[in-house]
């Protein structure tokens, strides 16, 4: 199928929510890594299911159940498509976080042994350490640091060489760092770390909404991302396990449809994916994430990439002389911008920034270890996403010089 080329008018038209005022200015949004704004046709979903599809899936014959179910079923193949898949490698979650945290307590608590290491890169989100933290607290496992080069925000593949060793069970390392936009060369620490036996956690949280992801080119292990940085709700994410990884692993939580048979004498589980979505699912979510990865697939994806790259260049050009701002980790073609000014707190810039209509992120971004690899105790984000515009790029440019002079 061919898209029509990338159109900017076409697509802020399908986001209402960026038609609104924010202190009496319009609305500039630059804080879509946090989260995305929602296209019309995801609305849509939800509401078209909330008012004449809603059912529980999975359970009982009735026609409503056995549509909710066929379409909640299409949904998975959807996001099994989307991120190359094949379809029983994909649980339903509530988000990234949740599905690391499954990979935790279900494949890693079994796993691991005192002594085993799980290496984790410096650059990651707080979802991608904390579960490890706890499973190795849980197992006597340790945690072991791959550092990155502060001054490029980069991980080097030589530390991870010499990091990497038999003792290595595990690496987690994400795809695309949430706050400098930094690509990691999962590929290679796929390679490297399967020729000694460890298994690999890819955070995509930040990657699916950049890249084609293929989870099975790539030879990821275990991959996970959440809806809502995707165009999608929140609440909907999901986990990407291998199948035959995922079929020995013991179910997470215990509840409804996870079982072939329950008594008081013991029960037995069924098969994945169903082992681990024990409860009844965010149906609607599920379906919503899907007609978002179909909106986005419809979409020319390079023509927004290069839309992005270009609000990205535009906007380092537009700060990069300001007195006392460093930018952090630039990395060109990235979606984000981070930067700190000195002798002023980020939260100061950011509260200024909204108060003209222009929503940042501000903050340690759920990435502390990073803060203190670089030395600083927060900065400011600016992220980018395919409806943003060159004037939003301007306005949120005069607004930090503002903000600036002000301070
Ligand atoms: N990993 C990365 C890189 C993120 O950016 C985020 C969210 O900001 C997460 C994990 C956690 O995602 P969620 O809060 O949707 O579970």
Redesign the pocket.
Known sequence: MTNSPFNIDAIRRDFPSLDQHVHGQPLVYLDS???SQKPLPVIQCITDYYSGANANVHRGSHSLTASATNRFEAARQTVADFIGASVNGIVWT???????NLIAQSYARQMLKEGDEILISEM?????IVPWQIVAEQTGAKIVKWPLDPTRCQLDMSVFDSLLTSRTKLVAV?????VTGTRNPVETVIEKAHALGAVVVV?????VVHESVNVEKMDADFY??????LFAP?GI?ALYGKPDILEKMPPWHGGGKMVDNVSFEGTTYTTSPAKFEAGTPNVAGALALAEAINWFNSIDRNGAEQHVASLQAELVEGIRNIEDLSIIGLQQGASVVAFHIDGVHHSDIATLLDQQGIAVRSGQ??AHPLMDALGINGCVRVSIAIYNTSDDIKRCVSAIQKACDLL
């Open positions: 890594a946090a989260t509530r988000g990234a976080t949740e599905a690391l990651e989100h707080h979802a991608n994400a795809h695309i760092s949430n955070d995509g949280a930040q990657a996970v991302f959440s809806g809502h940085k929140a994410g971004h759920c």
